[in-house]
């Protein structure tokens, strides 16, 4: 068996010469707390920190999925100190839309300065000359708000135009405003809420997946700590597999367009997570996931992505 197909099989962006491996690593949790403050300073512990990635890619992982506000500036820096210089064919995804406050919060930035400055951020924590995939994330704290995308999105474009971006993503957005922005600029790839219990999204998916589109489920902070099921846990159990498991297997196994990138600071988390991509579920298991909604799991959605 190979690298790729232990992680479910690969993804193809469009005229890109790598195949995505379709279990990918969120690096967010690479940063640190402090009190209130999530995702804000370094990690207790760093040099964990750096082996999580290096497993990571010795794994075959080649998909990581970052941000420079995450710490600010901190999973970057680690990222950078993992792994640069990149092994081929490394796929690094970041983000932009937002900025950090000296409390921690997290603030709008859509404005040509600040997504330029973004940008320039991203390349110089990371040491690249361009970045693979940037995405503009929008919409509110977890669901999308309506609303035209156009200024920051042209923004982007252009900075895609000038060579520093290669291709360009969406997060947390509507169908509405992806046809907006397919006018605008190739999409290649859309972040949004979306797991076995919140399935608002099933029908996003399957357009996208038409197209060629790539899908990119995010979580609350703490991956599917907040997703609370009795079938889910008692599926798990007779698989001898943890929840989190099945969850990500179901995933891999909804559509072939979904990527995933579960995120820890754990190597024991790690390897978890990358085990979920050889977890097979039959057909009967995945008609009961399927009857689990949104209803299942608390209401609670209490980070920014």
């Not at 919409?139 to 920051?152: H, L, N, Q, T, Y």
């Amino acid at each position: 068996m190979t690298k790729e197909s232990k992680l479910g099989g690969t993804f193809k962006f469009p005229d890109s010469s790598t195949n995505v491996c379709r279990m990918g690593y969120g690096a967010m949790q690479l940063a640190g707390r402090d009190g209130n403050k999530l995702v804000w300073g370094p990690p207790k512990d760093v040099d964990e920190g750096i082996a999580v990635l290096r497993e990571a890619i010795a794994s075959g992982v080649n998909h990581i999925d970052t941000s420079d506000y995450y710490g600010p500036h901190v999973t970057n820096q680690i990222i950078k100190r993992a792994l640069h210089p990149y092994a081929k064919g490394l796929v690094i995804v970041t983000k932009l839309g937002a900025r950090r406050g000296a409390d921690g919060s997290w603030i709008p930035a859509f404005s040509r300065e600040e997504l330029t400055a973004g940008v320039h951020d991203n390349l110089r924590n990371l040491g690249l000359e361009r970045l693979d995939v940037v995405n503009l994330r929008v919409g509110g704290v977890m669901d999308p708000i309506e609303g035209s995308i156009e200024a920051p999105l042209t923004a982007l474009a252009e900075l895609k135009s000038h060579g520093l971006i290669r291709h360009i993503g969406l997060s947390n957005i509507t169908p509405r405003q992806f046809e907006e922005a397919q006018k605008i600029t190739e999409i290649v790839c859309i972040q949004n809420f979306y797991n076995v219990a919140q399935r608002t999204d099933d029908a996003f998916v399957d357009t996208l997946a038409q197209q060629g589109v790539a899908y990119v489920p995010f979580f609350p902070l703490g991956g599917f700590t907040p997703l609370q099921s009795s079938v889910l846990d008692g599926l798990a159990a007779s698989l001898q597999a943890t929840p989190m498991q099945v969850a990500l297997a179901w995933l891999l196994q909804r559509s072939p367009n979904i990527l995933l990138i579960p995120g820890t600071s754990s190597l024991n988390h790690l390897r978890e997570n990358l085990g979920a991509a050889v977890l097979e579920l039959p057909s009967a298991m995945i008609a009961e996931l399927n009857a689990i909604t949104k209803d299942a799991a608390p209401a609670a959605r209490q980070a920014s992505h």
